[in-house]
Each structure stands twice: as structure tokens, then as C-alpha cells.
């Protein structure tokens, strides 16, 4: 071993690997146990690959691939670390006057085979218009649910008679889905286009995403949906258990 970041492992005249690893875990900094493991893996990589005589580093190389290879490591989670505090949490934000927001959002129950629907609506002072939570049978995919609830929540306002709308999902690729020109051609694509069917008959229908923070009226409408045989509806009005979400989406 060289290098004078390791030249305390040198020193300290180790008889077993494992005496080693003791010490530089006791005194080492976490950049040499990092660059140290690595080096230790390219060694077993090589060495495998040699072994089946596929192309591999040339033993010079490994040390600085190895401190390549952690370098870039520790910058992609320090830019990542950087940006998640940067980030605000996502907050339900009301709709302008006169339009009226449908937060949806679906889960998906394994063990009982089904998926819950979670609709709510809301006008520009935060207050409920009218909610669903509906079950129906399990989904290939956590986007094809996510895809139904949107459809559920057009068909909801259509029901109400509300024709300006703003549809608010958690689910990236379901909005960007709804939001692209033409049709979609994913597993979940012949609902994404019924949907943009639905919304297109109404005076005005958007779509938008929105984080998890600001969806979570939907979502725990959709965990509610296990404990209903079907569907339930309620209208100006929401199960008192959820009071206390509601009431802080308008803090």
C-alpha cells in the first residue's frame, strides 16, 4: 500500500488484515475508510474479471479510480444534500376564485387485493366542496392507480357540475402524462386518454403535480377507502378523523 493519506496503516506494522481495518476505523478520516474500501473492492473486481479474462484496470490505475470513484460519490450526495434543503415542503396551495381544486390520490392494499381512490374538492377559501373514498380491485401498477384516480376525480366533478377545474396529483409521471400533447402510450396510457377526454368536455380542466406534502387530504381519503364496502361521498363536509389534516393544509 502507498500514499501518505494510508501511511498510518504503514506504520502501525498490522500482522492481520483484520487488525487493520480495526485501526483504520479507530483513527482514520471517513474520505481514507471510504477510499480504502473502494480500493479494496477494484482489487476484488479485477481480480475476478482477470479470472475470466475480461478487460479490467492495470493494477497503477486502481488507486486513482478508486479516489475518482468516491470523489464523485460524496459531490453527487453533497449537491443532493444540498438540494433537499433547499427545498421547500410542498404545501396545498388554494386555486384562484371561481375554480375549484381536485386533489386525488390512490393506494394500493396487497394483502386485500384492492386500491383506494381518494378525491377531494376544494374551492379558494380551502373549504371542502366534496370528497370520495372508493375501492375497487388491485391495479398492475402503482401508476395505473394513480391514472384511475385521476380519471375518478374528472368523472367526480362532472357528477358535482363543477366545470372549472384544477386536477393536483403526487404522482410525476401521471401528470406529465396528462399534461403532454397527443395520446399516451404507456400500460396506463388508455386511461390517461379517457381522462383528457373527460377534462377536455369542461369549461377549463388542468392538470398540475404537487408533492406528497401537499396531497395529503387525497391520501388519507384513499387509506380510508378499506373501510368501505364500495364508495362513500361526502359533500361540504369530511369524516371528523380528518379534521386535523384538513386543518392544517389551511395553517
Given at each position: 500500500?502507498?500514499?501518505?493519506?494510508?501511511?498510518?496503516?504503514?506504520?502501525?506494522?498490522?500482522?492481520?488484515?483484520?487488525?487493520?481495518?480495526?485501526?483504520?476505523?479507530?483513527?482514520?478520516?471517513?474520505?481514507?475508510?471510504?477510499?480504502?474500501?473502494?480500493?479494496?473492492?477494484?482489487?476484488?473486481?479485477?481480480?475476478?474479471?482477470?479470472?475470466?479474462?475480461?478487460?479490467?484496470?492495470?493494477?497503477?490505475?486502481?488507486?486513482?479510480?478508486?479516489?475518482?470513484?468516491?470523489?464523485?460519490?460524496?459531490?453527487a450526495n453533497e449537491q443532493q444534500q444540498q438540494q433537499s434543503v433547499r427545498r421547500p415542503q410542498a404545501r396545498w396551495s388554494p386555486p384562484p376564485a371561481g375554480t375549484y381544486k381536485?386533489?386525488?390520490?390512490?393506494?394500493?392494499f396487497d394483502e386485500l387485493q384492492c386500491v383506494g381512490l381518494g378525491v377531494v374538492f376544494r374551492d379558494h377559501s380551502g373549504q371542502v366542496i366534496a370528497a370520495l373514498s372508493q375501492?375497487?380491485?388491485?391495479?398492475?401498477?402503482?401508476?395505473?392507480?394513480?391514472?384511475?384516480?385521476?380519471?375518478?376525480?374528472?368523472?367526480?366533478?362532472?357528477?358535482?357540475?363543477?366545470?372549472?377545474?384544477?386536477?393536483?396529483?403526487?404522482?410525476?409521471?401521471?401528470?406529465?402524462?396528462?399534461?403532454?400533447?397527443?395520446?399516451?402510450?404507456?400500460?396506463?396510457?388508455?386511461?390517461?386518454?379517457?381522462?383528457?377526454?373527460?377534462?377536455?368536455?369542461?369549461?377549463?380542466?388542468?392538470?398540475?403535480?404537487?408533492?406528497?406534502?401537499?396531497?395529503?387530504?387525497?391520501?388519507?381519503?384513499?387509506?380510508?377507502?378499506?373501510?368501505?364496502?364500495?364508495?362513500?361521498?361526502?359533500?361540504?363536509?369530511?369524516?371528523?378523523?380528518?379534521?386535523?389534516?384538513?386543518?392544517?393544509?389551511?395553517?
Amino acid at each position: 500500500m502507498s500514499g501518505l493519506e494510508f501511511q498510518f496503516l504503514i506504520q502501525k506494522g498490522c500482522r492481520f488484515f483484520v487488525e487493520l481495518l480495526e485501526h483504520l476505523f479507530r483513527v482514520g478520516s471517513g474520505l481514507q475508510v471510504a477510499e480504502f474500501a473502494t480500493i479494496c473492492w477494484c482489487l476484488w473486481q479485477r481480480r475476478n474479471r482477470v479470472r475470466v479474462y475480461q478487460p479490467s484496470w492495470q493494477i497503477h490505475e486502481i488507486k486513482g479510480q478508486a479516489k475518482r470513484m468516491v470523489r464523485e460519490f460524496w459531490d453527487a450526495n453533497e449537491q443532493q444534500q444540498q438540494q433537499s434543503v433547499r427545498r421547500p415542503q410542498a404545501r396545498w396551495s388554494p386555486p384562484p376564485a371561481g375554480t375549484y381544486k381536485a386533489n386525488f390520490d390512490a393506494a394500493i392494499f396487497d394483502e386485500l387485493q384492492c386500491v383506494g381512490l381518494g378525491v377531494v374538492f376544494r374551492d379558494h377559501s380551502g373549504q371542502v366542496i366534496a370528497a370520495l373514498s372508493q375501492r375497487i380491485g388491485l391495479s398492475s401498477t402503482v401508476e395505473m392507480a394513480e391514472a384511475l384516480a385521476a380519471r375518478r376525480a374528472v368523472e367526480f366533478a362532472r357528477e358535482l357540475s363543477l366545470f372549472d377545474v384544477i386536477l393536483e396529483g403526487d404522482c410525476l409521471r401521471v401528470v406529465q402524462a396528462l399534461n403532454a400533447s397527443g395520446g399516451c402510450n404507456t400500460m396506463y396510457g388508455h386511461v390517461v386518454n379517457e381522462t383528457k377526454r373527460l377534462g377536455a368536455v369542461l369549461r377549463h380542466c388542468s392538470y398540475q403535480h404537487v408533492g406528497r406534502g401537499g396531497n395529503k387530504l387525497a391520501h388519507c381519503l384513499a387509506r380510508k377507502a378499506i373501510s368501505f364496502a364500495d364508495m362513500d361521498v361526502w359533500v361540504e363536509d369530511l369524516l371528523e378523523d380528518l379534521d386535523v389534516v384538513f386543518q392544517s393544509d389551511l395553517s
